[in-house]
């Protein structure tokens, strides 16, 4: 039986402002294992990136608990590159916050980066690169650190529709490849069900679970999967719980 890396136990986080208090989730319970990948959608405003931040922890619950396992790696919505930095100096930069850019994790990170199309960008800066390109430098910079789970933040958002698609069968080949374990975060059926292992479906706010499904695909591949005749049934399915 995998272990469990993310747990949550029937959180409520209340959030306390001058006008008053907002519940933004409430008796919210599920579970990431190991390796696996996992998204999470729900109607707009209902809090998916506050779960995100309790995740993360740099939230506490007002209630409940969240239980993390190991260390946490975080993607954007946006790349979040530094334009004065190169891409190389990009991906290091975890490594050299954490203190722990030692000749190894450095050799470490250029493989990675080389493994995944970058070797011949690696000297190259954000502004030079396509918005793809500089989403896989951010996926790299942020596997650098050897998280035990990533966090993924509506990464491809920022993305058109083409890049998009593309940018997706990148990442989700790279998270596979290296068999890491991943909870996405997105407003996009289509996305969700090309990506994932598993979704879960929340609520309007405050956020709770209130579906989970297990797709049964046999293929990992997003592209693949969307040309899948399942593919149009769990998305019907999937809208029809999110616009109750």
Sequence with gaps: MKEKILTFENVKLIY????????ATENLSFSVEEGEFVAMIG???????????LAAGLLAPSEGKVERRGS???MLQRDELFPWRTIEKNILLPLEIEK????????????????YG?????????????????????????????????????P????????????????AGIIRREKKTALLITHDISEAISLADRVIVLTDRPARVAHTHALDFEETDPLKRRENRQFSAWFELLWKELNV
């Excluded at 722990?100 to 493994?115: S, V």
Aim: glycine share 8%; hydrophobic share 40%; aromatic share 6%.
């Design 72 to 74: 946490v790696g975080y």
């Design 156 to 171: 491809f958002s920022a993305l058109d529709y083409q890049t998009r698609l593309n940018v997706t069968q990148d990442v």
């Design 118 to 154: 970058l070797k011949d960008f690696l000297g190259s800066y954000p502004a030079e690169l396509s918005g793809g390109m500089r989403q896989r430098a951010a996926l790299i910079r942020t596997l650098a650190i050897k998280p035990d789970i990533l966090l993924l933040d509506e």
């Design 100 to 115: 722990k850019l030692t000749p190894e994790a450095r050799a470490e990170a250029r493989a990675l980066a080389e493994k």
């Design 16 to 23: 306390h402002t001058v006008r008053g208090e907002t519940v």
């Design 43 to 53: 109607p707009s405003g209902c809090g998916k990136s506050t779960l995100l931040s």
